[in-house]
Every structure is written in structure tokens, then in C-alpha cells.
């Protein structure tokens, strides 16, 4: 997997301006969008095909900040990003766009994440060169790993312009399950919030 801007890891918290110096897809008239967090359940933005895939060798955790959307600056949510795991495999959606999409992405992923090249396995077989936006850890959103608890805590006491933390949580929770995936760290999760909503 390959990110082809020209920002250095220090672009800042609004991505915005690095992601539009890439140019990799500047000449195709579609391209594939790979979504693992959000975009599984509201993609918001128009697609021409939408297919269940896959990508190898990264993770989905929720070690990411959310200022913009399901947080605040002084109190942000933790929302999924993808970070780098030998053997991984994380399923989502892949969406078939034009680039005039781009402008739209981008502004809802400044938040930390960049585009990213990647290779899209199809679950019904086949493979295709797409993109995908990833928040590493170098950004400056970047939360990192913490005990569930901590995490399920964080995203119940959040939310932001786009709607409670714990939305955003349960959405995703329930929209792999209907995928016929199983995310181990998402459902631990979801557990962990949904026992510190009973009181345990």
C-alpha cells in the first residue's frame, strides 16, 4: 500500500490540502473506494457500484480521534482507522466513484486521514487497485491503543456535529453482522459500551 501526496506525516490535522496533491487517479474515470468505518453505513456521496471486499494486512481499531464529527476538539470520540497487522484481513465495502467524489471525501476525512493506493479483494472473487483513507499514527489526532473499558468510556461520554460516539459504534457493530463478518476488537467494543450503559 502506497500514499501517493506529497505531505510529509507532520501535514497537520486538516488533511484536506495534502490528500488534494495526490494524483495517482487524476486520469481514470472511476475508481475504487475501500470504506471500513463509516462509510459501511452511510456513505453519503454518490457511487456508480457497490460491492463487499476486503483488504489484507491491516486492522480496523478505534485508536483514532474525532474532532469534527463525533467529537469535539477539547473532548474528541474515537472512530476506526486501519493500522498495519501481518496476515490481517479487514472487511468493508468497496464503492465505485469518479473522482469528482474526492472533493466531498476529502473534507469529511480531514480529520488526520490520508489517501492511501491499495489492492481490494472482492468477496465474490476478483481483485482490483482502489484507494483508501487511513489516519496513521503519525497524525495528529492519533489516540492510540487502550483497554477497552477505556475506549468504551471515551465513546460514551462523546459526540460531535455528526451525532453521538456511540452511535457511530453500535452502527458499525451491527452493519458487519449483517455482512456476515466478525471484527473481534469492534465487538469487544460494543460490549464494553453497551455493559457501561447497563451500569456493570
Known amino acids: 500500500m502506497s500514499h501517493d501526496a506529497s505531505a510529509t506525516p507532520s501535514a497537520g490535522l486538516d488533511t484536506t490540502a495534502a490528500n488534494r496533491l ?4 487524476d486520469h481514470h474515470d472511476q475508481v475504487w473506494l475501500f470504506g471500513y ?3 459501511l453505513y452511510k456513505a453519503g456521496f454518490p457511487w ?31 472512530v476506526a482507522t486501519l493500522v498495519p497487522e501481518p496476515g490481517a484481513v479487514c472487511d468493508g465495502m468497496a464503492y465505485l466513484i469518479t473522482p469528482a467524489v474526492f472533493d466531498q471525501l476529502d473534507i469529511r476525512e480531514k480529520n488526520g486521514y490520508l489517501r492511501f493506493v491499495t489492492e481490494l479483494y472482492f468477496d465474490d472473487g476478483g481483485r482490483e487497485e482502489g484507494l483508501v483513507y487511513i489516519a496513521t499514527e503519525d497524525n495528529e489526532a492519533w489516540l492510540g491503543e487502550a483497554p477497552d473499558h477505556h475506549i468504551a468510556r471515551q465513546i460514551a461520554d462523546s459526540s460531535g456535529p455528526s ?16 455482512l456476515g463478518h466478525a471484527d473481534e476488537h469492534v465487538f469487544a467494543l460494543e460490549r464494553a459500551l453497551l455493559n457501561l450503559e447497563r451500569g456493570g
Open 22 to 25: 495526490m494524483d495517482y487517479f
Open 37 to 39: 468505518g463509516s462509510l
Open 48 to 78: 456508480l457500484e457497490c460491492r463487499p471486499a476486503a483488504i489484507h494486512g491491516w486492522a480496523r481499531r478505534f485508536w483514532q480521534g474525532s474532532h469534527d464529527h463525533r467529537g469535539t476538539p477539547g473532548a474528541p470520540g474515537r
Open 163 to 178: 451525532g453521538p460516539n456511540r452511535d457511530y459504534l453500535l452502527q458499525l457493530a451491527a452493519t458487519l453482522r449483517a
